[in-house]
């Protein structure tokens, strides 16, 4: 078990970070957003993904290495996945809605 008293989550795969080497930060935020126990929580580190990720393509721009150039098309969807999730958190929680929190379905 985790510190946190419950049994240690899987971590998403981290396409990006093999295929790209990109740093570690992205990973620490989607790790974030995976343990967000609310609707508040996960909207603020959507919301940080999106703005990481933005620098991240800036750092990108300014680089000559076609690998680098290769992976701004990648993290700009990525991007906008994250985007369109933080729209809709933002939704629910304007409309006070509640949400199951709970994944233990899919297990």
Do not use: C
């Amino acid at each position: 078990m985790s510190g946190r008293g419950r049994p240690p989550a899987s971590k998403p795969v981290s396409y990006l970070g093999q295929k790209f080497g990109l740093n570690a930060e992205l990973e620490t935020l989607a790790e974030r957003i995976f343990d967000a126990t609310s609707l508040d929580e996960a909207l603020f580190w959507h919301r940080e993904m999106v703005e990481r990720i933005d620098l991240e393509v800036i750092a990108l721009l300014i680089s000559d290495d076609e690998r680098d150039q290769a992976a701004i098309p990648v993290l700009r969807e990525l991007q906008s996945a994250y985007a369109v999730a933080a729209k809709r958190l933002h939704m629910l929680i304007a409309r006070g809605e509640a949400l199951n929190w709970s994944f233990d379905k899919f297990s």
